[in-house]
Structure formats: structure tokens, C-alpha cells
């Protein structure tokens, strides 16, 4: 069953804002991974945080967690019409299977 | 580093057929391979899990009889889509793990399957 829920469903913003994603989950994590997938491909991993960490940065990536809400926000600032793709949260609960939320799709227009 | 190759990315075939797929890593060895399920505007649902050289672990309510995993090495997994439907067309995704718990998972580019 999926354990995380992003929010919200859809997102259309101009090149340059900034996007925020939120994303909750129901039981204990060992970390919370974000992934992109651009329309009919794969998936790419971009940011891993750990449970005991609250805050990561990756380039133009800032992620966050609050263990104690069960959430995560993925922040994506100056955005790019290459960061138009659909982002999905994952969670690893209790062993190495990743369970997806069903994913933010991200409209930058130029 | 960590590049995941699948195979082929699109097949079109007549109902009845089997379909073979293959999940390569191309730079790592992978310790444990994942095969994804995706409809259309949806999340991805895994169907199994593969460690090689040994069976692998289905999700409930996934054929094993129907979908046919074999990992028989640290780089290649395939998945067969036996007596393939139409029920059965989708976009399966593998991807491929190294170092096990916590380790970020390396994905494929996806397989469109069209039955018709």
C-alpha cells in the first residue's frame, strides 16, 4: 500500500518561482527519499534524508523533514522549464522496500 | 555512476505473447533489483523483489506464475510477461539497489508494454 501522500497533485508555476511539495507518511521511517520522473521515463533519484535529519540541500533542492508530523517538503528554487516532471516521495518504513506516493506534477512555464 | 539500463523501452505485441525485459546495471553490481508497475497519472507499485541467484519475492496479488523474475547475476534481472492481455499493458520500470538498507535505488528508463 503507498505510504506517502504528496501535495498537492499539481503545481504550475513560472520559470524563476520557487515550488514547494509537500509530502506526508504514516509510520516510522528510516529515511525519505524524493525522486523526479520526467514524462514516459524512468525515475531519478535526488535527495535521501535520514529520520534524524531535518534539513538537506542539494544544488537547488532543499528538502526537510519533521518526523514528528510524519512530513516532508521538497523546495525547488529558481526553477527551470527543465524541472517540469512529476516528483514523488518515497519512504523506506522498516526494510529496504520503498513504498512511492502518487507524485506532484510540476508545470514550469517559461 | 549508477546508470540503469532497460529493455526494450517499447513493445507492441499481439495478445498470447510473451515479453521479456531486461534490467541491466551498467557501472555497479547490484545487490537487489525491484520490477514496478505504472498506470497511467499514477504512483509506481511494486510487483517484486530479486536478489540474485534466488527467487525472488512477489507482492501480494502479483502472478509469479504470470510475471516471471530471474536474476542471474549482480547486473541482470528480466521479467516475463507470460500469455500477455491487454489487462497486462502498462509501464514497467526496474531499477537496482547496491549496498541494501537506506542505499538511494538506481532506475531504468521504463518499458512501455502495448497489448493488443
Known amino acids: 500500500s503507498q505510504q506517502g501522500e504528496e501535495d498537492p497533485q499539481a503545481l504550475s508555476i513560472q520559470e524563476g518561482e520557487n515550488a514547494t511539495m509537500n509530502c506526508s507518511y504514516k509510520t516510522s521511517i528510516n529515511n525519505l527519499q524524493w525522486y523526479r520522473q520526467n514524462s514516459g521515463r524512468g525515475l531519478v533519484h535526488l535527495i535521501l534524508?535520514?529520520?534524524?535529519?531535518r534539513e538537506k540541500h542539494s544544488g537547488r533542492l532543499r528538502v526537510t523533514l519533521d518526523t514528528s508530523k510524519k512530513s516532508s517538503s521538497l523546495l525547488i528554487t529558481a526553477s527551470r522549464a527543465a524541472d517540469t516532471a512529476s516528483y514523488f516521495c518515497a519512504t523506506a518504513p522498516n526494510d529496504y522496500k520503498l513504498s512511492f506516493g502518487a507524485g506532484t506534477t510540476v508545470t514550469v512555464r517559461a | 555512476g549508477a546508470v540503469v539500463s532497460q529493455h526494450p523501452s517499447r513493445v507492441i505485441c499481439k495478445s498470447g505473447t510473451s515479453v521479456k525485459i531486461e534490467c541491466r546495471s551498467l557501472?555497479?553490481?547490484?545487490?537487489?533489483m525491484f520490477w514496478y508497475r505504472q498506470f497511467p497519472k499514477q504512483s509506481l507499485m511494486l510487483m517484486a523483489t530479486s536478489n540474485e541467484g534466488s527467487k525472488a519475492t512477489y507482492e501480494q496479488g502479483v502472478e509469479k506464475d504470470k510475471f516471471l523474475i530471474n536474476h542471474a547475476s549482480l547486473t541482470l534481472s528480466t521479467l516475463t510477461v507470460t500469455s500477455a492481455h491487454p489487462e497486462d499493458s502498462s509501464f514497467y520500470i526496474c531499477?537496482?539497489?547496491?549496498?541494501?538498507?537506506?542505499?538511494?535505488?538506481?532506475f531504468g528508463d521504463g518499458t512501455r508494454l502495448s497489448i493488443l
Open positions: 534524508i535520514r529520520s534524524n535529519e
Open positions: 557501472d555497479f553490481q547490484a545487490t537487489t
Open positions: 531499477s537496482a539497489q547496491h549496498g541494501g538498507v537506506g542505499q538511494p535505488q538506481h
